[in-house]
């Protein structure tokens, strides 16, 4: 496309609807609350006046013929005209090839920015399933209503566990089918905070019209405040249970074996309230202490026969989910409950070791 | 066209030795004589009589649809019930009904006799064609009545391959409806190619029998891939072949593009016909010649080879690639250009024609509204931007409502309105017959046009339940469904009527100059029991109008020159 | 000739239709609706081709490999047998045409015969399939390919011969594993011998030679009965379109059949 009808074409929506600056909730349009929104609407409501042009047109001719041209006696015949005209033909074919590829041009160019996601675009993976929708964050925090934040791009990497199904956002004019079997990927930047519906678009069985869930666009600086307090496990789990969760998802169980198997580290199981040989000659039992100080100090009190390979958590993690930990290997342990030696052991001064008596 | 008057001497068998009053309703009686008929006409009736059931099931469940629709949540029916419903409605308007409609019912009877022939090429072929297709309503009913089925009409894999339900039975009534419309295709090609009278060059055709030879020409290439996808569905189903199957490695949305590769060119199987009836009844009611003859004619066969190029415009966002949505978006836009240029030569035969508001005309204007609104919704679809934004949303529901319906329905009520004279010999009342029309429209925009606006605002298609704020589109809706089903119905009892106490039609009560109007009112068995006088069909000079046979009659030998 | 005219039957089998205006006219139509039929039969067969055609860009390992397990001999016997009988069927035609009845019939039982001969052998084929599980999607089965390979040695020409007592071992494991993780497992043991997803070969595989044995079959039933109005004298050299057009329709299986042998069996 040369610069003049590249100007031309991008000029044109800007000069007749000078109006669609930022729209709320229209006769024809929800309220627009993506970047893209407006640039559909733009298309949108060039075709719609085109359409509004030819089908007045069209029927304004129709009804003058009709009343104009109205046979009042049975016999009355047509008046004299002519049966074919090829100028005419070629005006109206010409007239709707020009339209077309107006229509298509512009559509074109707004298609390739919708499927274009900028470079370092926030990503969340999102997984359909009869009837819900699984939002999974960088972090693993997993939702079921979107959140976003606002003023930067999201792109959406999308599969489906079973049907196909189509994620939708009317508010910010995007779509894209959720296939079983490989990923679409659709993305948006939200620019007005707020929360807008997401519906599944994509006939999928009973709970079709269930499957629809919101998206929440956090005004700036919120967003990460939410998902930090929202993938705060110990909010909604039981501490063993988070911890179990963070055990995996910070790797410990990369290391530390749940099945009583060998590894690079000692075993969860049974490690709680046991008694731990360290690499120099001391016999330590596996208390709270114990178990906070491996996670933020590993080298410290290396356990004897294992290599110094752990890394330390100390600022990745906080105090609560060591705490989680903690009751996690409690759950794992047969030493932990109705251990009477380990209940009436004297409270330790933190960073003091204690010994076995 | 130039042409002079030519009697095609022939084809005549002679009046002498018919009795008065025989015709092709009433040579011979018993269900035999009527289900093992060869008579085209007679294949045709049957046709509609099975179609316009077939119609009316699929109303019954339009109406329980929007019905339930009136509120959110449960109204009448559960979520399950609902899904079944819609795609009943789905699947019976489509394959029963409107695939077959024009060309079957009304095609059948008036293709031989526009031909100024005795019958089709392939009597046999056209029996064979109604009983599969009986066979295939029996197998689609006899689903229904199993508990059916919840896939949509469209059968996407991998939903229709893993939920519970008739499907198996329901797609090979699909199969076996397609042999039917396959050997109505044929049949019409070799009919047109093989039986033209001499002198009826291929542009001195009714534009009818060019839209029903472009109809013929999708039937014949299109069906047979559906064929294959829905034995591949039922292979699927029943054996777990995993083509379609993710889990086995296969791709569900290889089935999308399979399907729609016929099922676009299906959208045309419906309209092209349709566009035929509008083209001999706007010329014919106008009293003018059709004006743009070869444009109409080219149109006509532009589209059919168009429709074949367009089917990837159902998946912009299934994720295929970019490229192919682009390619796919352009080649979209050049099926508009011979639909405007219909609409356009139809415009200018009415200007300074002799137009008379006789009820297949209100109900062709009715069309051009209405196939307007669907045709211009379509840009919208088109495009890609705004597809994105569209699709699966009500505003298609309405595209296709208004393209399908107030395209394809409204002219094959038209058809039927305008050839009734001639398949039953009995005029009908045209003021209720326009009453009828008035209502059929009114409700029609009512149902369908709050579809578009909730469609662009955001109700996707095929929800059982929706948010309040839809609540307003649906019940307007709902309640447009109520009239428009009224104005069919007044429309059923206008025809009905006729039948039992409407007035003896003449041979040509509208004055068209097409060749089936020489034949009675209605045909003898042969079809022409004089001469057939082969003229410009669209040339009215050599008709006039006689007041003591309250129909119009050719004058003598008139030298016609256009 | 005579004869033949002098056959009650004969004259009244080829009588011009009453909506014919002359028996050429009658001829060219049945034959053009012939020809558009064969194109709705090619045109079905295409949705398959393109299935094919997918599949294979896509996964060429799969083809590469699978086709392996088919048998070529078996393939080619049934090709020449088809050909064969493709070129009985157009010498009856001719025969037909001639109104030689006696070599009409013999050559229409001749064609008939190969085409039992070609479903005979086709069962011998499926039979092989089925006794080894070379069959479709969900229903093929890994562990027994492994056994057969190991059986057979292999004559996959894309890997070693696999050691007997790993593989044992692998079909121990998949034996109790379901298809996805047999696959994998398959997979992971020789990435070389064994692709993902074999089974959508023989899906195709059997879709495609099925659609064609049941075309065979139709075919086989319009031969026969051509061959019994034959023997009732039907046919004579003013009444031979059945048989042209039952001819055309063969030469159509025959053709589909010619681009099935080398897409399935011989692909390098």
Redesign the interface.
Same mark, same amino acid.
């Given at each position: 496309m040369d610069n003049a009808a590249h100007r031309l074409t991008g000029l044109l929506p800007a000069v007749c609807f000078p109006f669609l600056a930022q729209l709320p909730d229209t006769?024809?349009?929800?309220s627009q609350a993506s970047t893209t929104a407006r640039?559909?609407d733009v298309?949108?409501y060039l075709? #719609?006046w085109?359409?509004v042009v030819?089908?007045a047109l069209?029927?304004g001719?129709?009804t003058w013929?009709?009343v104009r #041209?109205?046979?009042r006696?049975?016999?009355?015949?047509?008046?004299?005209?002519?049966?074919?005209?090829t100028s005419?033909?070629i005006t109206?074919?010409a007239i709707?090839?020009i339209v077309?590829?107006l229509?298509?041009i512009?559509?074109?160019?707004?298609?390739?920015n919708?499927?274009t996601p900028p470079r370092g675009a926030y990503e969340i993976a999102v997984t359909g399933q009869k009837w819900n929708w699984l939002f999974t964050y960088p972090n693993g925090h997993i939702s079921n209503e979107l959140h976003v934040p606002v003023d930067r791009p999201v792109l959406l990497t999308m599969t489906s566990e079973?049907?196909?199904h189509?994620l939708?956002i009317?508010?910010f004019?995007?779509?894209?089918?959720v296939?079983?079997?490989?990923y679409?990927r659709t993305w948006f930047e939200a620019h007005t905070p707020g929360t807008y519906?997401l519906?599944?678009?994509? #006939?999928?069985?009973?709970?079709?019209?269930?499957m629809?869930t919101t998206v929440t666009v956090h005004p700036s600086g919120r967003f990460d405040t939410w998902l930090e307090a929202a993938s705060n496990l110990f909010d909604t789990l039981p501490p063993a249970e988070a911890g179990a969760l963070l055990a995996r998802r910070l790797g410990c169980v990369a290391c530390h074996s749940v099945d009583g198997a060998g590894g690079i580290g000692p075993s969860f199981v049974d490690l709680y309230g046991s008694t731990v040989a360290t690499r120099d000659g001391k016999q330590l039992l596996a208390d709270e202490n114990y178990i906070r100080r491996s996670i933020v100090d590993p080298m410290a009190e290396l356990v004897a026969g294992y290599d110094p390979v752990m890394p330390t958590y100390a600022g990745r993690i906080k105090d609560q989910e060591i705490t989680g930990i903690i009751a996690y290997l409690k759950s794992l342990s047969r030493h932990a409950g109705g251990d009477a030696e380990l209940e009436t052991a004297a409270p330790a001064e933190p960073g003091v070791p204690t010994e076995v008596r | 066209m130039n042409t002079g008057a030519a009697t095609i001497a022939d084809r005549s068998n002679g009046a002498a030795g018919r009795p008065h009053g025989e015709n092709y309703l009433n040579c011979a009686s018993g269900w035999r004589s009527w289900l093992f008929t060869l008579d085209h006409k007679r294949i045709g009736v049957m046709y509609l009589a099975a179609i316009l059931f077939s119609f009316f099931l699929g109303g019954i469940f339009a109406l329980l649809v929007r019905t339930e629709l009136i509120s959110p949540g449960h109204t009448i029916m559960d979520a399950d019930s609902y899904n079944r419903a819609f795609t009943l409605h789905g699947a019976i308007m489509t394959f029963l009904f409107i695939i077959p409609g024009i060309p079957a019912a009304l095609g059948n009877f008036v293709l031989p006799l526009l031909l100024g022939a005795k019958d089709v090429a392939l009597p046999r072929l056209n029996l064979a064609s109604f009983h599969i297709y009986a066979i295939g309503a029996v197998m689609a009913v006899a689903a229904i009545l199993l508990g059916g089925v919840d896939t949509g009409w469209t059968f996407y894999t991998p939903y229709s391959t893993t939920t519970s339900g008739q499907v198996v039975m329901v797609t090979l009534a699909v199969f076996v409806l397609g042999f039917s419309s396959i050997f109505t295709g044929i049949n019409f090609i070799v009919t047109i190619h093989k039986m033209r009278p001499a002198g009826m060059g291929w542009f001195r055709m009714p534009l009818m029998l060019w839209a029903l030879y472009a109809t013929a020409i999708i039937q014949v290439l299109a069906t047979p891939v559906l064929a294959i996808t829905v034995l591949l569905l039922v292979a699927e189903r029943v054996l777990g072949i995993g083509v379609f199957d993710p889990a086995l490695g296969g791709d569900p949305v290889l089935f999308q593009h399979f399907f729609w590769f016929y099922s676009h060119p299906a959208v045309y199987i419906m309209i092209l016909p349709a566009m035929g009836v509008i083209s001999e009844l706007i010329s014919t009611h106008s009293r003018k010649t059709i004006f743009g003859y070869r444009a109409i004619a080219y149109s006509s066969i532009a589209i059919a080879v168009f429709s074949f190029l367009v089917w990837g415009h159902h998946m912009f966002v299934s994720g295929q690639s970019p490229l192919a949505t682009v390619i796919f978006s352009a080649l979209t836009f050049s099926v508009s250009i011979p639909s405007a240029v219909k609409v356009f030569n139809w415009l200018a035969t009415m200007y300074k024609g002799a137009i008379k508001l006789e009820t297949p005309m209100v109900y062709a204007l009715s069309f051009i509204f209405l196939f307007g609104i669907g045709g211009l919704t379509g840009l919208f679809l088109a495009t890609l931007a705004t597809d994105v934004h569209l699709h699966d949303s009500y505003f298609v529901v309405a595209h296709f409502h208004y393209t399908m319906m107030g395209g394809v329905v409204i002219a094959f009520l038209a058809g039927i309105f305008h050839w009734w004279p001639k398949m039953f010999g009995r005029l009908f009342s045209q003021k209720w017959g326009n009453i009828g029309a008035v209502l059929v429209f009114a409700g029609f925009n009512l149902t369908f046009f709050s579809q578009f606006v909730m469609g662009s605002k955001g109700m996707p298609r095929r929800y059982y339940s929706y948010p309040p704020e839809f609540e307003i589109y649906h019940q307007l809706s709902t309640y447009g469904s109520y009239l428009l089903a009224v104005g069919l119905f007044v429309a059923a009892g206008v025809l009905l009527h006729s039948l039992l106490a409407g007035r003896r039609a003449p041979a040509n009560p509208w004055g068209s100059a097409t060749l089936e109007w020489q034949a009675a009112s209605p045909p003898s068995h042969h079809n022409f029991d004089g001469p057939v006088i082969l003229t410009d069909p669209y040339d009215y000079s050599g008709l006039v109008w006689d007041a003591e046979e309250q129909g119009f009659v050719r004058t003598a030998h008139e030298e016609v020159v256009r | 000739m005579a004869s033949v005219a002098a056959n009650p039957r004969y004259e009244g089998k080829h009588h011009l239709a009453h909506h014919f205006d002359t028996r050429r006219q009658q001829f060219d139509s049945h034959k053009l609706a012939m020809w558009l039929f064969l194109v709705t039969e090619v045109l079905m067969f295409g949705g398959l081709f393109c299935a094919y055609t997918i599949y294979r860009a896509s996964h060429p390992e799969i083809f590469l490999f699978a086709h392996t397990l088919l048998d070529k001999n078996l393939g080619a016997v049934n090709t020449i047998v088809l050909l064969f009988s493709s070129f009985t069927m157009a010498w009856a035609v001719r025969a037909a045409m001639l109104g030689e009845r006696r070599r009409l019939s013999a050559l229409l039982a001749i064609t008939l015969l190969c085409g039992f001969g070609f479903l005979g052998i086709k069962a011998v084929e499926y039979n092989h399939k089925w006794q080894h599980g070379f069959l479709w999607g969900q229903h093929f089965a890994y562990a027994e390919l492994q056994d057969y390979l190991a059986g057979h040695g292999t004559d996959a020409a894309t890997g070693p011969a696999p050691d007997p007592a790993a593989d044992a071992h692998a079909a121990a494991v998949m034996a109790e594993l379901d298809l996805a993780a047999a696959v994998t497992v398959a997979h992971g043991h020789d990435p070389a011998l064994i692709p993902r997803n074999v089974h959508i070969f023989f899906g195709i595989y059997f879709v495609m030679t099925g659609l064609h044995g049941i075309h065979v079959l139709a075919g086989m039933i319009v031969i026969g009965w051509l061959l019994r109005r034959s023997l009732r004298g039907d046919f004579g050299t003013r009444n031979y379109t059945a048989v042209d057009l039952g001819g055309l329709y063969w030469h159509l299986v025959d053709l589909i059949w010619i681009f099935l042998f080398p897409l399935l069996y011989l692909i390098h």
């Open positions: 006769f024809w349009m929800p640039e559909v298309v949108f075709i #719609y085109i359409s030819f089908f069209i029927v001719l129709m013929f009709v #041209y109205r046979r006696r049975p016999h009355d015949a047509a008046q004299p005209a002519p049966a074919h005209s005419l033909e109206w074919t709707p090839v077309s590829v229509l298509f512009v559509g074109f160019k707004s298609y390739m919708m499927v079973d049907v196909i189509s939708w009317p508010a004019r995007v779509k894209m089918d296939v079983p079997g490989r679409n519906p519906l599944c678009t994509e #006939y999928c069985g009973v709970g079709h019209a269930d629809l | - | -």
